[in-house]
């Protein structure tokens, strides 16, 4: 778990970059930043009326709700830390990757966007139904996606519907193998059902060297079974 004054370190980093080439206005936003530290929810509202309309202090304010163990999910500013920036919101996968409130809000603010669907889908991993249902949007902005395919074959394993996992499986070892792994999957499945010549061939064909060993194995046991 990430240490929340480590968090805050790091915010305050975050905004000196940011301000890099406006000293003054980044003098005011570190100011603001100590006064956080010391808790100062007086100079919370006066840095608002002094910067308003900036991500650097809607950031800080929804940083001070977490901080301070408040319900940062209905902190006002945070649809507008959404809108500022891709290093906003790197920043709050970075702090909350599986939570699904944020992650449902980010794909309202940024639909069709795979990279914020797959922030969903890390989500919703529990729920069965509504990880094939991101699934399936990921594959109508790209059928291809070997990752999205391991994943599915993944959960579609996980709840005994084999024939279908075996093919999502070898849609991601077709597609790209050496960002899915599927062929070391598609091999692992073929094993599980007893389809030794198979599984030797997708082992094999797997972009993984330990693969390689597992086809080994497997065919020093078919040629100690041999009369």
């Known amino acids: 778990m990430i240490k929340k004054s480590s968090i805050f370190i790091s915010s305050l980093f975050f905004i000196t970059v940011f301000n890099i080439n406006n000293l003054s206005h980044s003098v005011v936003l570190n100011r603001y930043s100590l006064d956080l530290v010391k808790h100062s929810e007086s100079s919370l509202i006066n840095k608002q009326r002094e910067l308003e309309d900036d991500c650097h202090l809607f950031w800080f304010s929804f940083m001070y709700d977490y901080l301070n163990q408040k319900d940062y999910h209905i902190n006002l500013h945070l649809s507008s830390i959404m809108r500022c920036s891709k290093l906003h919101l790197n920043m709050l996968y970075a702090l909350f990757p599986k939570d699904i409130e944020i992650s449902q809000?980010?794909?309202?603010?940024?639909?069709?966007?795979?990279?914020?669907?797959?922030?969903?889908?890390?989500?919703?991993?529990?729920?069965?139904?509504?990880?094939?249902?991101?699934?399936?949007?990921?594959?109508?902005?790209?059928?291809?996606?070997?990752?999205?395919?391991?994943?599915?074959?993944?959960?579609?394993?996980?709840?005994?519907?084999?024939?279908?996992?075996?093919?999502?499986?070898?849609?991601?070892?077709?597609?790209?193998?050496?960002?899915?792994n599927g062929c070391f999957y598609v091999g692992t499945s073929y094993r599980s059902m007893d389809e030794i010549e198979k599984a030797i061939y997708y082992f094999r064909l797997s972009y993984w060297s330990p693969s390689w060993e597992i086809a080994d194995q497997l065919e020093a046991e078919l040629s100690s079974q041999d009369p």
């Open 105 to 180: 809000k980010v794909n309202e603010f940024y639909p069709n966007n795979k990279e914020y669907l797959y922030w969903l889908l890390a989500s919703s991993e529990s729920d069965f139904e509504n990880s094939k249902f991101i699934l399936n949007e990921i594959f109508e902005l790209d059928n291809k996606d070997a990752v999205a395919w391991r994943m599915l074959g993944d959960i579609l394993w996980k709840n005994a519907d084999y024939e279908n996992g075996l093919q999502a499986y070898l849609n991601a070892c077709e597609f790209n193998d050496d960002v899915s």
